[in-house]
């Protein structure tokens, strides 16, 4: 059996997208807020050529819809295993009292 057929405003459509607040559009200062990463790493990222942030411009203004950011970064998570980058231990000297 057919799944019914719903009318919004006079059109008929088989199936209703509703926007939510809990899917915003952000724009990038508050992204970056979001994200704990910089408006200016955000910027850089915007123009990557292998894997370029998803925006939207309008204007001069640029925006990013949270959900697109999560899927987006969600890319770069790294499980388990070693860092990709080596810790700085600070190295002592024989000369140095520190334990």
């Given amino acids: 059996m057919k799944e019914p057929v719903a009318q919004v405003r006079g059109v008929l459509a088989e199936r209703v997208v509703v926007s939510t607040p809990l899917d915003p559009f952000l724009p990038l200062r508050a992204l970056a807020s979001y994200s ?3 408006v200016r790493k ?3 990222c915007l123009d990557d050529a292998g894997h370029p942030l998803p925006c939207y411009r ?14 987006w970064i ?3 998570r790294q ?4 860092p ?8 002592h000297s024989k000369a140095c009292n520190c334990p």
């Fill in 36 to 38: 704990g990463l910089s």
């Fill in 74 to 76: 969600a890319a770069y």
């Fill in 84 to 91: 990709t980058w080596i810790p700085l231990l600070p190295t």
């Fill in 58 to 71: 309008v204007g001069g203004k640029i925006v990013v819809r949270r959900s697109e950011f999560d899927g």
């Fill in 79 to 82: 499980r388990g295993g070693a």
């Fill in 42 to 44: 955000l910027r850089d």
